[in-house]
């Protein structure tokens, strides 16, 4: 392996002839290095070259994820380009202009890989709560100012994530097998009927864009 290179939820493994793998893990994947690979769920195996025994494992129980291979990682790059938004990490391609067009809801257009790439329903939720917007706000009636807010409290949200190696709800785990810690860290998400941090009342729970959503009806306007 040459490199990894990385875009929204998406994994590219780089080898050395120039060739690279897309892995993106889904609702239940997971790269696991191991010492024996498990019997279920696995879908590929890699010998590790100077891990002695130890492999990595694809296991995907649920089957929402994939690999998908390049010829060249130039061609990983520009499909990337194409298909993509801005990396929600990344400050300096933020699409704060395009968050504010259309009349979809922002929650919705959150999780646009399009838009911007690597914001899932967990850090949506987290991001709108943070922000003090609803996720059922129409795109179009956001300011300027409530857009960048929103993209700049996903950032932080999933930064923050990553230094606690992740939100471990169900399938979530660092390649050894342990668990990510930024579960505790959860203001909103999956916290229905359970009081809001921020002003005691129950939060409320609907479905936007088909995901399971939850918010405050005080703190967030």
């Known amino acids: 392996m040459a490199s990894l290179e990385r875009r929204g939820k998406q994994l590219g493994i780089v080898v050395d002839d120039g060739r690279a793998l897309v892995v993106q893990l889904g609702m239940s994947g997971q790269l696991l290095v191991m010492h024996e690979a498990p019997a279920t769920h696995r879908h590929v195996t890699w010998s590790l070259s100077g891990r002695g025994a130890e492999v990595l494992v694809f296991r995907d129980p649920r089957r929402f994820g994939g690999i998908v291979p390049h010829g060249r990682v130039q061609a990983m790059l520009d499909r990337w380009e194409r298909e993509l938004g801005p990396d929600g990490l990344d400050t300096a391609r933020a699409p704060v202009e395009r968050l504010c067009r259309g009349a979809r809801h922002v929650k919705a257009a959150l999780l646009d890989q399009s838009l911007v790439a690597g914001i899932g329903n967990i850090y949506a939720d987290e991001a ?94």
């Open 128 to 221: 709108l709560h943070a922000a003090g917007i609803r996720p059922s706000r129409r795109c179009n009636r956001l300011t300027h100012d409530e857009a960048a807010r929103v993209l700049e409290e996903a950032r932080r949200i999933m930064r923050r994530s990553v230094s606690q190696g992740g939100t471990s709800l169900r399938d979530h785990v660092l390649p050894q097998g342990d668990p990510g810690a930024a579960r505790r860290l959860i203001q909103a998400y999956g916290r229905t009927g359970l009081p809001c941090h921020g002003c005691g009342l129950p939060l409320k729970g609907g479905r936007i864009a088909g995901r399971a959503t939850t918010w405050c009806t005080k703190c967030q306007r």
